[in-house]
């Protein structure tokens, strides 16, 4: 059969849909957008054709001796059609050589019965006419493109139908009512623009139409395009209400819609391939329609602009935070941070929430009367002693806490926290919490009390600095237990606790214990159980974040590992069990500590510890007036003039002398060495004295930990490592707790790796205490990992011949345990505990407080950013500029906070 196309002659971009693709500004409400390819055609084929050229030149020849009228009368002559013919080519039978295309654009013809006779013509353009009968274009067979826009036609395609016809452009015509148009089965763009149709009908059968350009008509419903596999709708300026019978257009790209009067987006909801939606000038008003276009993964193009919509408050952000895949919202292009800020506003991260926390209470207590803390007076060298009990609900970790306390009381005290939770039967408040109502919470955040707040299950939870105070003045170290993002915030205090996770170690035992509080509602439950896991998670990527931590289902076992841990780093050890009374005495353990003092050792003193610069003195008023020695170890007060020792003794309280805690013999060896540094002339420069290199507070203590030393699943020494965080090469080949015990085999917590896990246990390496009877026996329920960079790198550096003590500064194991969600960004689990509700002083933006106050940025400034007590500007350098101090376990803090003064 033959082909109605000779070779050569067909153009294959019709073919193969090119001629619909680049349509992107298909969507423009005018009709300068039809068919650029078929503009640039006609023109520029114009231009071109040399033997068009020559005509036009001898043409123009003759014009100048006489001028010709064209068709006159609107009658289509052969001068005319001459002049407007070209792209010379092969007829459809190959016989001849023929134009393709005619190009007659504004001769003001009513009459084109001449272009009968020129039945080879593929392209037709004769826009800009008079024309209202189309019938001759029924004898050009091979016709492909027709372009008769700006005429009179009022009847569409009202002739007998070429058989390839592919591209129509009737924009600008009196069309009233579509055709059936089921002749036209070849059709794939069909341009009716700025007609007076009001109702789309007839293109059933039209089964490749691709593109439909409707616009500025009366068309009041959506329908007749069912099932059509067009890529390309515009129908913007009708007046449609409601978006319908669009979700069976499986190919649909890009739709047009605006100048209409819609309200909802509904209908848009199974348009899958969606990448450009225009709605400019309707009447969407309420948020929730973008969830009707969420789906669309491909959308990148959004226009809502002139809608009601676009007066809500941050409605940019609002639907960027819904799609975020957008490139182009209301023909703005979209910018990162601006991304990024509509995260941190619809769904901070933990570490944005955090920051936030932080500079809300900084300025609030910023704005208060300077004050002095017992807990912060200057040490350069020595941060006040903390433990902060970590996990999710129902780890025990209130009840280690308080036995810590009860048993401990001479070194620890309980930090209370504030809460706006009804208080339960058994809680006494005051020491369980203080329960306050909302208000005063409020009020309290107003007057810069607290040091961090946070919002769990609808209620919420902060701890004030006088919390920490009280236990300060009394000479103790502070304990207190919170949820992660608690410690978030702290994290970005002066404070620098040791944070120990306690994690239950199976889902199932947690469960029925958070069951068996009967407090909880179902939801709490699961959302409990779900923070378990992100605990462990957090812990795998965010290696360091915790010091230690406690795997335990058993709340005595639990605390038997956290009581054998603070011992060790008390350097004491038990003589009775841990249930009897006065269950600890102080032994010997200079030798072995002195290279690592421990952190509650180098709670001594404040004043104490050698500072640089010659600030205080040798030892401590001694705190608590002690029966034993532990009253000279413990962190006490600030040293007043008249407490200062005498050589070799610290005296407590009445003035009695006692032996010297190591802290206080490493200050006198510091200030020896200082005085000698003086005597010999060299002085170590401000900042070199500023930066000298921090305590080691956490030590190494045993080189068999609880659960470290063996499989803590089976008792089996030397299996694989649980929290594999330390160079083996370095270490005794002890002692790492097998993760089976550990991993979450269907109800099992995933044992973090690379975490806090891990230290030291096998930690081997440090110092060959002995270990007490306990801390060697195994657990099938239970492990103990500590975690000890200080250590670690003062073993590493000291070249003294001691093994590393793992711990956190160790390789992460896992692929993700380096990955950290940083500040802002991602988004991070958001934790579920908390509902992120705002209090209302959070309406306030504190930091514009600040101005109002007539407060100077160089206040601020002199203050620093962490400061969160008001207090005097302490001589510590601040710990994000102290090398070591970014290398302590559980320092790995984030600058997320902007500066003060730009803020202000
Ligand atoms: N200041 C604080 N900041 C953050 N979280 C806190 C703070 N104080 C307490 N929390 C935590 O809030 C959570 C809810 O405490 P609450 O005492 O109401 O519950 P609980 O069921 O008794 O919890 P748990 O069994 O863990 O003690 C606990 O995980 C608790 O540790």
């Known amino acids: 059969m033959e082909s109605p196309f000779p070779e050569g002659n067909y153009d294959p971009a019709l073919d193969s849909g090119n001629i619909m693709e680049p349509e992107t500004d298909i969507l423009k409400l005018d009709d300068s957008n039809f068919e650029p390819d078929d503009a640039e055609l006609t023109f520029e084929n114009e231009k071109m054709d040399p033997i068009k050229d020559e005509n036009n030149s001898a043409l123009g020849e003759e014009e100048e001796q006489e001028e010709v009228e064209l068709s006159p009368g609107g009658i289509l002559d052969e001068e005319t059609i001459g002049r407007g013919l070209s792209n010379l080519g092969r007829s459809a039978t190959g016989d001849y050589q023929v134009y393709l295309d005619v190009t007659i654009p504004g001769f003001s013809l009513t009459d084109i019965s001449l272009l009968v006779e020129y039945e080879h013509l593929q392209k037709v353009e004769i826009p800009y006419n008079d024309i209202s009968d189309l019938s001759p274009l029924g004898k050009l067979k091979y016709l492909l493109i027709l372009d008769a826009s700006h005429n009179n036609i009022n009847k569409l395609l009202d002739f007998e139908a070429p058989k ?73 300026n009708n007046e449609i209400k409601m978006i319908k019978n669009l979700q069976s257009l499986k190919q649909l790209r890009e739709v047009n819609l605006s100048g209409n009067i819609i309200r909802s987006l509904a209908g848009l909801d199974n348009n899958a391939l969606l990448m450009s939606i225009d709605l400019e000038d309707n009447e969407v008003i309420d948020i929730v329609e973008i969830n009707h276009i969420k789906n669309a993964k491909h959308l990148r193009d959004l226009n809502l602009l002139r809608n009601p919509i676009q007066e809500l408050p941050d409605y940019r952000l609002s639907i960027l935070f819904r799609i975020r895949r957008l490139t182009s919202l209301d023909r703005r292009l979209v910018k990162e941070n601006e991304k990024v800020a509509a995260v941190n506003m619809f769904d901070p991260p933990m570490e944005v929430v955090a920051a936030r926390d932080h500079i809300m209470h900084v300025v609030y207590s910023f704005l208060q009367p300077s004050r002095v803390w017992d807990s912060t007076l200057p040490n350069i060298e020595t941060p006040y002693p903390m433990l902060v009990l970590v996990g999710p609900q129902g780890s025990g970790k209130k009840d280690l806490a308080m036995k810590l306390v009860d ?121 409990t159980l779900k923070r378990a896991d992100m605990y462990v998670q957090h812990n795998q990527e965010h290696p360091g974040f915790f010091d230690m931590m406690i795997c335990s289902d058993d709340i005595s076992e639990a605390y038997r590992q956290m009581r054998r841990l603070v011992m060790d780093y008390l350097g004491v050890s038990a003589t009775t069990p841990a249930s009897t009374a006065a269950p600890y005495t102080i032994t010997d353990t200079r030798e072995a500590t002195e290279a690592f003092p421990t952190p509650f050792a180098a709670i001594p003193s ?142 099992q917590y995933q044992t973090p790796r690379g975490g806090a896990a891990g230290v030291g246990g096998a930690g081997a390496g440090v110092a060959n205490r002995p270990v007490s009877a306990d801390s060697s026996s195994s657990d099938a329920s239970s492990s103990t990992n500590l975690s000890d960079l200080d250590s670690a790198t003062e073993l590493q550096q000291g070249g003294k011949g001691k093994a590393r003590g793992a711990g956190k500064g160790a390789t992460p194991t896992t692929p993700n345990a380096n990955a950290n969600a940083g500040a802002t960004g991602a988004v991070a689990p958001t934790g579920g505990g908390g509902s992120r509700g705002l209090l209302p002083t959070e309406k306030v933006n504190p930091l514009e407080l600040i101005d109002e106050q007539g407060y100077s940025s160089a206040n601020s400034r002199s203050r620093g950013g962490a400061d969160t007590s008001g207090q005097l500007p302490h001589p510590r350098p601040l710990s994000a500029h102290r090398p070591d101090s970014a290398n302590r376990p559980g320092s790995d803090r984030h600058a997320v906070l902007p500066p003060i003064q730009n803020a202000a």
């Open 606 to 747: 404040v004043g104490g510890v050698g500072s640089v610069g010659g600030v205080g003195g040798v030892g401590g008023v001694g705190g608590p007036a002690s029966t034993n020695q532990m009253g000279a170890r413990t962190w006490s007060k600030p040293s007043i003039p008249d407490s200062m020792s005498q050589r070799g003794t610290t005296r407590v309280g009445s003035g009695a002398p006692v032996s010297r805690g190591i802290v206080e013999e490493e200050s006198i060896k510091r200030r020896h060495s200082a005085a000698k540094d003086v005597v010999s002339g060299y002085v170590p420069p401000l900042y070199e004295q500023l930066l000298t290199s921090y305590p080691k507070t956490a030590p190494q203590s045993v080189d068999q930990q609880i659960g470290l030393g063996e499989d803590a699943g089976t008792g089996v020494q030397g299996s694989e490592p649980r929290a594999l965080s330390a160079p083996l090469g370095e270490q005794q080949p002890t002692t790492v707790t097998s993760a089976t015990a550990t991993t979450r085999g269907g109800n």
């Open 407 to 527: 048993e401990f009381g001479d070194y620890f005290g309980y930090g209370t926290s504030h809460t706006t939770r009804r208080p339960r039967p058994d809680e006494v408040a005051g020491k369980d919490y203080y329960f306050v109502s909302l208000e005063k919470f409020e009020m309290d955040i107003k007057m810069g009390q607290f040091i961090q707040t946070y919002q769990y299950n609808e209620n919420w939870y902060g701890l004030q600095m006088e919390s920490i105070e009280i236990v300060a003045r009394e000479g103790l170290a502070c304990v207190v237990h919170m949820e992660l993002e608690g410690v978030l915030t702290l994290k970005n205090t002066y404070l620098e606790p040791r944070y120990v996770l306690i994690l239950p170690l199976n889902a199932e035992d947690h469960e029925r214990r958070l069951r068996e509080r009967g407090i909880y509602t179902e939801e709490q439950i699961a959302r």
């Open 164 to 236: 390839n016809l592919q591209v129509v452009n009737l924009s600008w015509n009196k069309i009233t009512q579509m055709e059936d148009l089921s002749a036209h089965k070849s059709l794939r763009k069909l341009i009716l623009d700025n007609n007076e149709i009001s109702a789309i009908v007839g293109l059933e059968k039209c089964k490749r139409l691709r593109h439909l350009s409707l616009s500025h008509n009366k068309i009041k419903k959506i329908e007749g395009v069912e099932e059509l596999p067009i890529q390309h709708l515009n129908l913007s």
